[in-house]
C-alpha cells in the first residue's frame, strides 16, 4: 500500500516537473542572461545591443532555475508602448498570497498598532483598515488604481492653478543651485546626486504634504537617510515580495523562511516606521485644518476620497508617500547628475544653454521653452 502511494506521488511530482520543463524548454521568448549588478547590467545589454543580439523582449537568467519563471525584461521601446497598451500587462505583480503576506509584515512590525496610536481609533483610515495593497504602485491595473491617477491629475491641476507648483519648484530649485553654488567645483569634481535628492524630495514634500523645508531640517535629513536604506533593501524585498506570491503559503508565512530573510525586513521596515510615522503625524496636522470644498495637496485629496472609498486604508496612504518619494527622487536625481557629467564633458553646450538662457529673460522676463 505504501508503495502504491509513494509510487502515486512520484509519478505525480514528476509528471508536474515534466509538464514545467515542456513550457519552458519550448517557450516562444528566448533567455537571456541578466545580472542583478545594476552596472555590470547596464554594461553587458549595452554590448549586447550594440552587438545586435539583444532580444526586444526575453526571460532573464538571474539564478538557477530562473528561466521556469513568467518574468519578462523588454528592452525596445517601441515594443514596450505595445506591450502597455493592453491594460492586463500593467498590472503589478499581486494576488492574494502577496496580500497575505502584506499583511503578516503589518502587524509583525507593529505598523498597524503605530498608525493607531498617532492617528487615534476613530481615524477614517484606522476605520479603513490598512488597505487593498501597499499603494498608488502597487496592485492590479483596475478602478482603484485609476482612481489615484485621477486624484493625482487632479492635485496638480489645482496647485498649477494657484501657482502654488511654481513656488515649490522655484524654492527647491533655490535651493539647490544655492547648494551646488556654495559647494563649488573642484579639480576632482563633486557629486551633485545628494543635492538633487533633496531637490526632488522637496518638490514631493510641497505636492504631497503642503510643505517644504530647508536642506539641513533634521525631519529632511532623516527622510533622506531613511530614503537610502529602502533603496539599499528594496531588490531583496521586493524579490521577497515576489516569491511571496509564488511559493505555497505554509512555505513563505513559515517563520523559520521568515527568519531568512529578517536582517533585511528589519532594515527596511524600520525604515518604513519612520516614514510612517512623518506621513501619519501629517495626516493629524492635515485633519485640523481640512476644508472639503479647498484641498491644499495630494493628502488632502486624499483624505477625502478615503471618506467614501474603504480601500484606502492606512497603509495605503503611507505606502503611496513613501513611494512618491522613492520614485521621483532616485530617477530625477541620476538623471539631472548624468545631464551634469555630459555638460562638463561640453564646455560649448554650456555656453549656448547659458546664452539661450539669459536672452530669454532679457526678452520676456522669463525662460521660455521657445527660446
Ligand atoms: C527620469 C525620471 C523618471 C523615470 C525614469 C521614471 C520611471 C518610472 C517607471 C519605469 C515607472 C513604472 C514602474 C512600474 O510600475 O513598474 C514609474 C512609475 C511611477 N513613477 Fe516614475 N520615473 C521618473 C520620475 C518620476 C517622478 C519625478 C515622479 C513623481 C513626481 C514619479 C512618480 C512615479 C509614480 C507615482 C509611479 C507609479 C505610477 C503608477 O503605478 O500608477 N516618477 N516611473
Request: hydrophobic share 40%; with cysteine; net charge neutral.
Amino acid at each position: 500500500m505504501i508503495f502504491l502511494l509513494l509510487g502515486t506521488l512520484l509519478v505525480l511530482v514528476f509528471g508536474r516537473l515534466l509538464q514545467v520543463w515542456l513550457k519552458y524548454k519550448f517557450h516562444p521568448i528566448p533567455t537571456y542572461s541578466f545580472t542583478l549588478q545594476k552596472a555590470q547590467n547596464a554594461k553587458d545589454l549595452a554590448a549586447a545591443f550594440k552587438k545586435g543580439d539583444l532580444p526586444k523582449i526575453f526571460r532573464p537568467k538571474l539564478f538557477p532555475f530562473s528561466t521556469y519563471s513568467n518574468f519578462y525584461v523588454i528592452t525596445d521601446f517601441d515594443f514596450m508602448k505595445e506591450a502597455f497598451a493592453h491594460k492586463e500587462l500593467s498590472n503589478r505583480d499581486y494576488n492574494e498570497k502577496i496580500k497575505i503576506d502584506t499583511k503578516r509584515n503589518i502587524e509583525y512590525y507593529k505598523l498597524d498598532k503605530q498608525a493607531i496610536e498617532i492617528l487615534g481609533q476613530n481615524d477614517q483610515l484606522i476605520k479603513n483598515g490598512p488597505g487593498y495593497n501597499t499603494g498608488l504602485a502597487d496592485g492590479l491595473y483596475d478602478d482603484f488604481h485609476r482612481k489615484f491617477r485621477t486624484i493625482w491629475y487632479e492635485t496638480t491641476k489645482k496647485l498649477t492653478g494657484r501657482n502654488r507648483i511654481i513656488e515649490i519648484i522655484e524654492h527647491s530649485s533655490e535651493s539647490v543651485n544655492r547648494i551646488l553654488g556654495e559647494k563649488g567645483s573642484k579639480e576632482e569634481g563633486i557629486d551633485p546626486k545628494t543635492v538633487f535628492v533633496n531637490g526632488t524630495m522637496n518638490v514631493i514634500t510641497g505636492f504631497a504634504f503642503g510643505t517644504t523645508f530647508e536642506f539641513d531640517d533634521p525631519v529632511f535629513k532623516m527622510l533622506e537617510d531613511e530614503l537610502k536604506i529602502i533603496f539599499e533593501t528594496i531588490i531583496p524585498i521586493l524579490l521577497k515580495k515576489t516569491a511571496a506570491g509564488k511559493l505555497p503559503l505554509f512555505v513563505s508565512q513559515n517563520w523559520l523562511y521568515q527568519k531568512l530573510w529578517k536582517s533585511t525586513t528589519d532594515k527596511y521596515y524600520g525604515s518604513v516606521k519612520k516614514f510612517n510615522q512623518f506621513c501619519f503625524e501629517n495626516v493629524v496636522k492635515h485633519r485640523e485644518s481640512l476644508d472639503r470644498s479647498n484641498p491644499r495637496d495630494f493628502l488632502d485629496m486624499l483624505l477625502i476620497e478615503a471618506e467614501n472609498e474603504p480601500r484606502l486604508g492606512f497603509d495605503v496612504v503611507a505606502g503611496t508617500a513613501l513611494i512618491i518619494y522613492a520614485a521621483a527622487s532616485d530617477t530625477l536625481a541620476n538623471t539631472l547628475t548624468w545631464l551634469c557629467a555630459v555638460l562638463s564633458d561640453r564646455p560649448h553646450v554650456q555656453e549656448k544653454m547659458y546664452e539661450e538662457i539669459m536672452n530669454s529673460i532679457e526678452t520676456d522676463n522669463e525662460i521660455k521653452k521657445e527660446n
